[in-house]
C-alpha cells in the first residue's frame, strides 16, 4: 500500500476547536453522498461521523480460496454490513486457482463467454455473491480496483488490459442484474495520473471505446451505472479530474452515469503521534484542509459521491504504517474528522455548489433556502485577503477547516461595509509546487450570493464571482 500510494504521489506533483459538541450525531443527509471506506474496524466512529455509506472490500481470493465449491461469507467482517449505512462492495482479487494463468489477480478464466457459460468462473462467482448478499441489502458493487496501474508502475491489482477488463465488467454486470435487477455496477477506481505520465489515453476513455464496439452495449446500458475516481493530496487537480471523466462520458454519450469520488485524502505524514518518513510531508491541519478541500471542489464538479479513504488506521505499526485513518488506532481523532464531519453537516444540506476561482484563491459557494456558504482559500504560496460585502451586518462567525470559529468585526476597509477574512498562504513542503492549497476559511451569511474579491498580499484586488 505505501509504495503504491507514493508512486501515484510522485506522479501528481508532476503534471500540476472541533465542532459543537452537540452536532456531533448530525444524521447524515438523504441520498448517500458522503461515505467512507472501511468503517467495519470503528463502526461507532462512522456513526459519530454521520456518513451514511461504507465501502468494504468483498475478497474473492477470500472467499473462495480454492474452488467454486466455497463461499466463506464468514470473512466479511465477521458478519458485519454496515450498522444501518448502506453497503457499498468492492470486488477484487482473482485467485490462483480461476485465473488463466494460475496468477493471482490474473484474467478469469471464461470470461469471455457469456456470463452464465459453466467455464465463466467470474460469472459463476459473481452470481453467487450478489445472489447472496443482496438478500442482506447490498446492491451496489464496484468491479475490480485500480487497473489503470500497469505491471512496473506500482501495485497491480489487475493484470488483465484493457480488453480483458471490459469483459470482466460485462460478465459482472450482466450475472449482477440477472439476480438482483436493481443492482448498481460501478467501474473500477481509476488514479488518471498513471495514464498521464506514461502518455496513454485515460483509462476511461479506452475502456468505452471497447464497450462501443459490443453490439449488445446499447441494449445493456453499457455494462455499468458509474466511474470510480480516486484522487489524493493535490488540491488543485480535484476539479480537473473529476470534469474531464464527465467529459469522456459526455464525449461516448454517457453523460448521466454517477461519478464517485471514492478514494481521497492526504495522510499527515507530520502528525507527532504516528509520523513516517515519505515523501508528501504532510501536517495534521493540511489534512484536515485537504478533505474540506476536495470534498467541495468534487461536489462543485459534479460528483455524485464521496468516500474519504480510509476511517481508522487498523493493523498500525509505527513509522512503518501510511497515517491514512480519520481515527487513529488509539481511537483518538485527527482534526480531518472533525473536517470531514463538518462537511457532512454543512454541504449536505445545500443546494446548488458554485466554484469560482482566480489564479490565487478560490471560492466555493453553497446555496441554502435563506442563505449562502461561502468556502475560501488561497491557491498560492502568498496569503491575501478575502473581502464580502457586508451591508448592515456588525459581525459574522469564521470557521476553519475543522470547526475552529472567530469573530470577525465587519470593518469600513475601502470605504465599503465589508467582512475581511484572512486567506493563510499555502505551506510548502518537500515538493516546489503546491500540495495542499492554503488553509480553509468558512462563513454562512444570511441571504443570497454576495459579490467576494480576493486580493492578494501585493495588493491587487480580483473579483471573484
Known sequence: MVLRKLLWFVFCLAAFSMVNAENLNTPAPAGHVFGIVEAHYRPDMASMLGVSWERLTFPWEQLQPNSLDEFNDSIIGGGYLGNGRQIVGLVKGVPGWAAESGQFNDVPKGVELPYDDPNNVFGAFMTRLVSHYSAMGVHHWIIMNEPDIRPGEGIVEFLGDVEDYFYVLKTAYMAAKAVDPGAHIQIAGNTWW?????????????LLQVIARDPDAAANNWYFDGISLHIYFTTSSVFPIVSANQDILNSFGQGDKQIWLNEFNASPRRDPLTPINAPFSISLEQQADFIVQASALALAAGADRLAVYRLYDNEYVPGQTEPWGLVRQDGSTRPAFQAYQQVIQRLGSAGDIQRFNSREATLIAASYPDSTLYLMWSDTFNGGQFLIGAGDMGEAQVFDAAGTSQTILVTTDTGESLLVIDAPAAEKIDKPDVVVAGAVRLVVLPGGLR???????????NQLN
Open 194 to 206: 498513471y495514464d498521464v505520465n506514461a502518455g496513454r489515453a485515460p483509462y476511461l476513455r479506452r
Open 451 to 461: 459579490p467576494v474579491r480576493y486580493r492578494s498580499e501585493a495588493g491587487r484586488i
